[in-house]
């Protein structure tokens, strides 16, 4: 390009103004990309289960309101139904109260049928079905924690006035869930049922036909419908939708702060970007008088400021994607955000931002300029 020169030479001619640009336009994309970053996890943890023929079946009540084992029997009468397992949320930590993540007391006989998609080495879930007190785990803690296979694990229970002593025995594979611990419902059932008695959290259930999945939720449900247990049956997608929605309409939030931000930086860009089109209505009445047509004008100027809001998307950008690659936010948040990170669809989005952002603070002093006349910007006036 021709004019590449003089774009940059006025990009960077007030150096330090261009420079504090940079850097707080650069900052405000970071948040942006990082307030993106956090819906799309949401939204893949809300997607987890699509696509698993697997349903959650919870007390009716509340999800807190565990469900009596001799449920499992009749909901595995139900024609359609390869198999059933039980699942208990422990809510337990590791050392002390900031070392949070998601375990669970599982069907260990069953997980591998029932949760196919969790892949363990053979010789690693023998292991574990063999030992009442092992664990599987997932990569991410292991790397957390420096944990390996045949470590011996504490864990403090909350929910449960019970503290599990056990083994890591295997550790397992999932392309979304890499921070979950998993122990045999056996080992918690004969430690608690004193104190919570024959009962359990939730039953999953594996279902031959994922067409037939509605009529056996609803099967399940009208089985129990007068019992004073009664159900109510998810498919493993509806029911990750359910556990986000408990944490409030925070997706709206996000998304409402990420808008504001969005503004937040059109003014910023708006103002820098009519501070240096005034300045120079001298030099573009020069412009014109050797030959520059105004259409050349509007564009040298409208590269120019799309080009600053591009390198301060980009920077803000990158710098994120870096950050979070550096920063283990499933540490930090508890297993709030599992693999979190600035994937490519959210860059390109904030690339895309910035381009209309440079379009759209840039537009009016670069229009005001190329309609400029020699004489008014001999005359400095404006």
């Known amino acids: 390009m021709k004019f590449a020169k003089l774009i940059r030479r006025n990009l960077f001619r007030n150096k330090l103004r261009s420079l504090l640009t940079l850097v707080l336009m650069a900052a405000i994309f970071f948040f942006v990309a990082t307030l993106l970053s956090i819906l799309e996890n949401f939204e893949a943890a809300s997607n987890s289960g699509e696509g698993q023929n697997r349903l959650s079946v919870q007390s009716a009540i509340s999800l807190a309101n565990p469900l009596p084992l001799s449920h499992e029997a ?3 009468t139900v024609p359609g139904i390869v198999d059933t397992a039980k699942l208990q949320w422990l809510g337990a930590y590791y050392k002390e109260p900031k070392n949070f993540f998601a375990n669970f007391a599982v069907d260990h006989e069953k997980m591998e049928k029932v949760w196919d ?26 790397k957390r924690y420096g944990w390996k296979i045949g470590d011996r694990v504490v864990l403090i229970g909350t929910i449960f006035p019970w503290n599990p002593e056990v ?54 449900d009208d089985m129990f419908k007068n019992s004073d247990y009664p159900t109510e049956t998810f498919t493993e997608k509806e029911f990750q939708h359910q556990f986000m929605a408990m944490i409030g309409n925070i997706k709206l939030l996000f998304s409402v702060v990420a808008l504001c931000s969005i503004f937040m930086v059109i003014l910023l860009a708006a103002l820098t970007m009519s501070m240096a089109a005034r300045e120079r209505v001298t030099e573009i009445a020069v412009l014109k008088a050797i030959g520059f047509t105004s259409g050349t004008i509007l564009t040298l100027m409208l590269v120019e400021f799309v080009t600053l809001a591009f390198l301060s998307g ?29 994937n490519a669809k959210t860059a390109i989005t904030c690339l895309a931002g910035a381009v209309i952002v440079g379009f759209l603070a840039g537009g009016l002093p670069a229009l005001r300029s190329a309609r400029l006349s020699v004489v008014d910007g001999l005359r400095k006036v404006w």
Do not use: C
């Not at 921070?179 to 919570?196: K, R």
């Not at 980009?314 to 709030?336: D, P, R, S």
């Open 314 to 342: 980009a920077l803000g950008t990158l710098g994120a994607k870096l950050i979070y690659k550096m920063v283990n936010m499933t540490e930090i948040t508890q297993g709030f955000l599992v693999n979190f990170g600035v």
């Open 74 to 76: 009749k909901i595995a």
């Open 167 to 220: 083994t890591i025995r295997g550790i397992y594979h999932h392309k979304i869930d890499t921070s979950s611990f998993f122990l045999h419902f056996d080992y918690f059932h004969e430690a608690t049922v004193e104190m919570t008695g024959s009962m359990v959290g939730t039953f999953w259930v594996r279902v031959q036909d994922p067409k037939d999945m509605a009529a056996i939720s609803q099967k399940i």
């Open 117 to 142: 998609d969790y892949k363990v080495p053979k010789d690693q879930m023998d292991a574990f079905k063999a030992d009442r007190r092992g664990a599987i785990v997932g990569p991410e803690l292991v």
